[in-house]
Nanobody, 125 residues
């Protein structure tokens, strides 16, 4: 059974940084991609960033480019999200997701098979 577990959330002041980690376990072969999404209270879950497992290509939502960096540790099936210059509007629950095959894009919630429970990120002004 596949498990996806996030860690690293917390409270940070505006302009600060956080690094989220996500470990996927329970699968004997590699994933197609892993990604990060976020969901603010009362809003839909939105794409943040993704990384293609085969070659490390990365994909970002426009508002995160230049501030957030996704990376991976292949042998450990782990991905990281380095978040810099955080803003109060970045406050949300951040979810990690993994998928087993390509489905057309990297941005859709419906394209991922496995999800973590989420980790809270709160940015104070």
């Amino acid at each position: 059974q596949v498990q996806v577990v996030e860690s690293g959330g917390g409270l940070v002041q505006a302009g600060g940084s956080l690094r989220l980690s996500c470990a996927a376990s329970g699968r004997s072969f590699s994933y197609d991609a892993m990604g990060w999404f976020r969901q603010a209270p009362g809003k839909e879950r939105k794409f943040v960033a993704a990384i293609r497992w085969s070659d490390g290509n990365t994909y970002y939502a426009d508002s995160m480019k230049g501030r957030f960096t996704i990376s991976r540790d292949n042998p450990k099936n782990t991905v990281f999200l380095q978040m810099n210059s955080l803003k109060p509007e970045d406050t949300a629950v951040y979810y990690c997701a993994a998928r087993t095959r390509f489905r057309g894009t990297y941005y859709g919630v419906y394209e991922y098979d496995y999800w973590g429970q989420g980790t809270q990120v709160t940015v104070s002004s």
